[in-house]
């Protein structure tokens, strides 16, 4: 469809980037895709959903000590691995497929999982980096998981280095740093509702919708 186009977003644990997703993508009337290709994925493959949960935005574990510290060939081969050797990269070509299929179909906005670098060769794309304070991060964690603010800070931290090991690894390029995307957002400058009518008028502005 050639008027059809992507958002792919990337963001800090805490930064309101899912939900400014959620907004973005109701805002222009198009398919929104976070947690939900978890199930796609599943449905895809016939795999069961927590081999996905259980590798959700984490990197192979051949980069930390696994088998002969390589990737596997099946996925640039698209095979896909009996139960006794499946591995994070073969998840990775499951639900890349399930990007690419969504991707061809219709406009969507994907949350992290790579989705940028997946949809690289897309004619029409734009992949944008939410950040915020750490202050409103903590905060915002504190309350969404209803943990104290040491705890919060912890996990933040965790995710992060989390999120940008998958991205790095499967994209070879830096996640967070500007050159990797178009916009790159600190949402705690204007408020969520702000930061998305903000990337909204960029995006009708770069895709000329």
């Not at 950040?131 to 800070?153: F, G, H, K, M, T």
């Amino acid at each position: 469809m050639d008027s059809s186009y992507i958002i792919n977003i990337g963001r800090q644990l805490g930064s309101g980037g899912r939900e400014i997703g959620k907004k973005l993508a109701n805002h222009l009337g198009i398919s929104y895709y976070d947690k939900e290709l978890i199930n796609l994925a599943s449905e895809e493959s016939g795999l069961c959903k927590d081999f996905f949960e259980n590798a959700d935005e984490k990197a192979t574990k051949s980069i930390i000590g696994g088998l002969f510290g390589m990737r596997f060939p099946f996925v640039s081969d698209g095979m896909i691995p009996g139960n006794n050797c499946l591995s994070n990269d073969a998840l990775f070509k499951v639900q890349s497929d399930v990007i690419r299929k969504l991707a061809s179909e219709k406009s969507c906005l994907f949350v992290g999982r790579c989705a940028d670098y997946i949809l690289r060769d897309h004619p029409r794309h734009i992949n944008v980096f939410i950040s915020a304070a750490l202050p409103d991060r903590v905060a915002r964690v504190c309350n969404s998981r209803q943990i104290n603010e040491e705890e919060a800070e912890i996990l933040i931290n965790k995710t992060d280095k989390r999120r940008a090991e998958y991205y790095n690894y499967y994209s070879y390029k830096t996640w967070g740093f500007a050159s990797t995307y178009h916009l790159c957002v600190d949402s705690s400058v204007l408020g969520i509702d702000d930061t998305a009518l903000f990337i909204q008028e960029f995006a009708q502005k770069k895709l000329k919708l």
